[in-house]
């Protein structure tokens, strides 16, 4: 848009909201000072987003292990996990009813669960959500073992893992596909005021011819703020390290009083940042003349 602009830069902070209306920091609304009139462009200068959110969101009965025909079902405490920290976990979980152990090969990307054979002749793993079949690498939820090591191993039966220390004298199995620790892509900003038409949403068609997209979207939010950053730490983004970020309005906004600021994920779904409520971000108005009340 050809004009003759001004500038105005809006510090926004989640510190600032009204904690009794708004307790948590993925949703508020903030009251500007002076309104900004006559809006015809908007950018996001920085912002500063904690990567809290989980990768196991609900821990409750999601382990199923059958063993010698004795099935157990375990919980998990919800919690970013690591190949490592995750295979740890199920270890400290299971063991003791069922003598089993949990292994994250890093090379294979790949959960391996182990028995002694003196223990368990046999046994089944099961992930009770989709979430979690997704982390441990269960493609269809249920594996049973396709690989047992003899108490004696042979180079004729899984000659693979003859003489492997990892796998001699236990029955085992492996996740199916790679395991998936990504929690998300990335959060979204979504400022209720300052919604465009602008940024769509790719999505598929539901089946039966109806025409219409499966799931709830992002569509209209202000944008997407990747999270490059590890778990439990703060993305710091920056226009000019990171990507242009700015809406150019067609029309202007006559005026904005207020800011109703939401977090979400690709679905449109408000963020947990499971209790790390402080968040940030610098907003760049450009308006088409000096804004005055």
């Not at 099961?126 to 997704?134: G, L, P, Y």
Request: glycine share 6%; aromatic share 10%; net charge negative.
């Amino acid at each position: 848009m050809n004009c003759n602009t001004e500038i105005k830069n809006v510090f926004v902070t989640s510190e600032n909201r009204d904690k009794n209306l708004y307790p948590h920091g993925n949703s508020y609304v903030l009251h500007l000072t002076t309104p900004i009139k006559d809006v015809c462009k908007v950018e996001l200068i920085n912002a500063s987003v904690p990567n809290s959110i989980y990768n196991l969101t609900e821990g409750s009965n999601v382990l199923n292990v059958v063993h010698n025909s004795v099935t157990n079902v375990f919980s998990l405490t919800p919690g970013h996990y690591s190949g490592s920290t995750l295979a740890s976990e199920i270890s400290q979980t299971i063991n003791g009813l069922t003598k089993m152990s949990c292994q994250y090969i890093p090379q294979f990307g790949k959960m391996l669960f182990t028995s002694p054979t003196t223990s368990v002749s046999s046994f089944s793993i099961q992930a009770n959500s989709e979430e979690f079949a997704k982390i441990l690498g269960f493609e269809n939820g249920v594996i049973n073992p396709n690989e047992v090591s003899p108490s004696v191993p042979s180079d004729e039966y899984v000659p693979l893992y003859y003489k492997h220390g990892r796998y001699d004298n236990k029955t085992f199995l492996h996740s199916t596909t790679m395991c998936d620790f990504h929690a998300n892509e990335g959060v979204f900003l979504d400022v209720e005021e300052l919604r465009t038409i602008f940024n769509e949403d790719a999505k598929s068609i539901t089946s039966g011819g109806s025409g219409t997209y499966s799931g709830k979207n992002i569509s209209r939010s202000f944008g997407l703020i990747s999270m490059d950053v590890n778990s439990g730490e703060i993305k710091n983004f920056k226009k000019n390290s990171d990507y242009d970020l700015c809406i150019d309005y067609p029309q202007v906004l006559n005026k904005i009083d207020r800011l109703t600021v939401r977090w979400t994920d690709r679905n449109n779904d408000l963020i947990n940042f499971n209790g790390i409520n402080d968040n940030s971000f610098l907003l760049r108005f450009h308006t088409l003349r000096r804004n005055l009340c």
